[in-house]
């Protein structure tokens, strides 16, 4: 067994690498890279969320998810705006071209992981409550 089998976070990297890997190809198509969707899926569940509810969804930082927001501004996914009330609130809204992009991505995640689509229901479903339950160990919850 290799050193890096022994590292518990190893499998997990390999893992999300691999997925970000299978989602490259379909999301050329819609010109985002994985983690811009990622923040256009939090958008499409719900319009209009803070910068800081949108990186407690994804585990981001606002150093990392500002950039992102930025490009899917420049390319007339979203809007930010400023709260009136406190102008450190930056509120992100999606644009019409960016509702509009929901259509196109909804058979993405199936076509993507379809690498799960020999396992048992019950075994998928055990793996994402498994996932779910290890992300709200660490995060404290």
């Not at 949108?54 to 606002?62: P, Q, V, Y």
């Not at 999606?94 to 396992?119: E, F, M, R």
Request: charged share 30%.
């Amino acid at each position: 067994m290799a050193i890096a089998d022994k590292e518990p976070g190893f499998p997990f990297y390999v893992v999300s690498r691999l997925i970000s890997q299978a989602y490259r190809e379909p999301l050329k198509t819609l010109g985002l890279t994985y983690p811009q969707y990622l923040v256009m899926l939090c958008l499409w569940e719900k319009d209009g969320l803070m910068v800081s509810q949108i990186g407690e969804r994804l585990s981001l930082d606002s150093g990392t998810l500002t950039p992102l927001l930025k490009r899917l501004e420049t390319m007339n996914l979203v809007k930010r705006e400023r709260s009136e009330e406190d102008e450190r609130k930056v509120q992100i809204e999606l644009t019409y071209p960016g509702k509009s992009l929901q259509s196109k991505s909804v058979q993405l995640g199936q076509h993507a992981l379809s690498i799960l689509d020999g396992w048992k229901e019950k075994d998928k479903e055990k793996l994402f409550e498994l996932v779910q339950k290890l992300i709200q160990d660490l995060n404290g919850e």
